[in-house]
């Protein structure tokens, strides 16, 4: 391989440019020559191409966001375009992949989620050389114990928690935090125990209204005024369902989720009589510069993914496993999802603290 391309995919996550600066400079460091899709998948439809140089990566390792811009939008195989006034959705893989050929760049690095990975597979499956590096704040993807981002966003809402903590015990009210994750409780999971909690709920495991009440009267009864809960944007009750809102953009239904926490604090305060707030972290969890974990792993990656590449180890995703990097097959990991088990040993550690609910 002697000319490659990278880009980022889906939402932006917190180590994004550690990555491209990994994959650009070991590219180069091993004289190829290294191209940047802008704006994601749509990018490498309307031929969004830069030539990317050392100079174009330095200064950006701590850098939030994606300095090659994304997209959660635009897939080549349902790619939207105008006809007559109005949006038609078309496969437009075709021209996407001449647009590399026009340049001579053999194979490609995808930096993404879920939805990123499974067109990443589609452009292999239709012969282009990718390798795939697993990017997202939720930690959903299979086949890695990390995605890059996570700890990040972690950190993040940890340190909202500790924040919500002081205001809480002085108004003795009960917080209610939202956090990310879609589908996946895994930053609820992890923020809830750094940080404290005393309830932690999530998508997996739908929560009961009464043992949460019971919880926080428990804590009463000790002199403990206040109580701080967690939880995960995609966590609802039993015989509940998710609180998400669905947003129609031409032909295409998008989902989004949020709301969970509002709710679920004007249920405690009228049925606790106790003042309840609810704060909605969002996209603070994304922004901002990465934890020094997530700029590693990051480096890891970008470097692991640029040797995928001149070892012809195509058709794999990059990750972590006991601390090592290993290859993963995309087929075997597109469409698929990293859910909290119950036997995840975090999981277990909540309930042995009385902090998660479950069996
Ligand atoms: O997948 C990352 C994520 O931040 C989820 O946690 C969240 O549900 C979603 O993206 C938000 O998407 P958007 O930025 O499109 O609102």
């Not at 180069?28 to 020559?33: A, V």
């Not at 989720?257 to 709710?263: P, R």
């Not at 405690?268 to 972290?281: A, M, N, P, Q, Y």
Request: glycine share 14%; net charge neutral.
């Amino acid at each position: 391989v002697k000319s490659i391309a990278v880009l980022t995919g889906g939402g932006d996550a917190p180590g994004l440019n550690a990555v491209i600066r990994a994959v650009v400079r070991t590219g180069i460091g091993h004289g190829l020559k290294v191209w940047g899709i802008k704006n994601g998948f749509g990018g490498m439809v309307e031929n969004q191409v830069i030539e990317m140089t050392d100079e174009y990566v330095a200064g950006i390792l701590p850098r939030g966001g994606t300095i090659l811009g994304t997209t959660n939008r635009d897939n080549p195989f349902n790619y939207p375009t105008m006809q007559g006034g109005k949006t038609v959705y078309k496969d437009m893989s075709g021209q996407a992949l001449n647009n590399l050929r026009q340049r001579d760049i053999e194979a490609l690095v995808v930096i993404g989620g879920d939805g990123s990975l499974k067109i990443g597979s589609e452009f292999y499956q239709l012969g282009l050389p990718v390798v795939a590096v697993p990017k997202t704040i939720d930690n959903d993807i299979p086949g890695t114990e990390r995605t890059f981002g996570f700890d990040t966003a972690v950190g993040v809402a940890a340190d909202a928690l500790d924040r919500l903590h002081t205001t809480a015990e002085s108004h003795h009210r009960v917080m209610v935090l939202e956090v990310m994750g879609r589908y996946a409780g895994w930053i609820a999971l992890h923020a809830g125990i750094a940080g404290g909690a005393d309830c932690i709920l999530i998508p997996e495991i739908p929560f009961q209204i009464d043992a949460i009440i019971a919880k926080i009267e428990e804590r009463q009864q000790r002199g403990r005024l206040f109580s701080l809960i967690v939880i995960a944007e995609g966590a609802y009750p039993q015989g509940g369902e998710i609180s998400v809102s669905r947003i129609v953009e031409g032909s295409h239904e998008k989902i989004r989720l949020g709301g969970a926490g509002e709710k679920l604090a004007r249920q405690l305060e009228s049925l606790t009589g106790i003042e309840s707030r609810c704060t909605v972290l969002g996209h603070v969890q994304r922004g901002g510069t990465p934890t020094a974990f997530d700029r590693v792993l990051s480096t890891r990656y970008g470097v692991a993914a640029a040797e995928c590449l001149f070892e012809g180890a195509f058709g794999n995703m990059v990750a972590l496993r006991k601390n090592e990097i290993i290859r993963v097959p995309i087929v075997d990991i597109a469409g698929k999802a990293n859910n909290v088990t119950a036997n995840d040993e975090l999981l277990k550690a909540g309930r042995s603290i009385g902090i998660c609910f479950g069996d």
